[in-house]
Nanobody
């Protein structure tokens, strides 16, 4: 089991940037594939980005490709989501999640460990 704690959310104006962090702890965290999800009020949870700890396998949703960058720091057990050129539609609670790494890009349903979430609000 891996434990996840997110940080870095906040309020930012449209066009601005934020960096989210997800600290992972627990046994064998390196064996997990790490993802970021978001959920806006009244909407379904969206799979935003994901990465293997080696950095060799990444995934981005079309809605964030070119604006968001996911990275993994094995030495600090931390995954970051750098969000640039933020838009009001990026407003949501952002969740970090982990899936057992099977050597591929994990699907939404594979993620079984979740953090508590961090609020990101983008004002227009």
């Amino acid at each position: 089991q891996v434990q996840l704690v997110e940080s870095g959310g906040g309020l930012v104006q449209a066009g601005g940037s934020l960096r989210l962090s997800c600290a992972a702890s627990g046994r064998a965290f390196i064996k997990y594939y790490m993802g970021w999800f978001r959920q806006a009020p009244g909407k379904e949870r969206e799979y935003v980005a994901a990465i293997s700890w080696s950095g060799s396998r990444t995934y981005y949703a079309g809605s964030v490709k070119g604006r968001f960058t996911i990275s993994a720091d094995v030495a600090k057990n931390t995954v970051h989501l750098q969000m640039n050129t933020l838009k009001p539609e990026d407003t949501a609670v952002y969740y970090c999640a982990a899936a057992q790494d099977k050597g591929t890009i994990s699907m939404f349903r594979d993620f079984s460990s979740w953090g508590q979430g961090t609020q990101v609000t983008v004002s227009s």
